[in-house]
């Protein structure tokens, strides 16, 4: 009741499918973060692809945002926080 030589062929290729979907997804998830950040997209997803999404999400999370988004995400906040005093209704995501 072993596994057959087409069993493994196939678990092997279904499990390296998986590991590229993992990986795939880590990798976007690291852009995102690059973005949120105010960070190089590009470069922290080439970081990814080359080194690993791991390690670069760790070194995304301790260098943190930059001095620029720190300042956009201020004032967008203080925009939020006047408008909720006015009464303007905030609007969500792109809208």
């Given at each position: 009741?072993?596994?057959?030589?087409?069993?493994?062929?196939?678990?092997?290729?279904l499990?390296?499918?998986?590991?590229?979907?993992?990986?795939?997804?880590?990798?976007?998830?690291?852009?995102?973060l690059?973005?949120?950040?105010?960070?190089?997209?590009?470069?922290?997803?080439?970081?990814?692809?080359?080194?690993?999404p791991?390690?670069?999400?760790?070194?995304?999370?301790?260098?943190?945002?930059?001095?620029?988004?720190?300042?956009?995400?201020?004032?967008?906040?203080?925009?939020?926080?006047?408008?909720?005093?006015?009464?303007?209704?905030?609007?969500?995501?792109?809208?």
């Open positions: 009741m072993g596994m057959n030589t087409n069993d493994v062929v196939l678990f092997s290729g499990w390296f499918v998986l590991c590229v979907v993992v990986y795939v997804i880590f990798v976007c998830q690291t852009s995102k690059a973005q949120k950040l105010g960070r190089d997209i590009f470069i922290w997803t080439v970081c990814a692809i080359f080194m690993t791991v390690f670069a999400i760790l070194m995304l999370h301790c260098l943190g945002r930059t001095e620029k988004k720190i300042k956009e995400d201020f004032f967008q906040e203080l925009q939020w926080k006047q408008d909720f005093e006015r009464g303007v209704p905030i609007k969500k995501g792109g809208e």
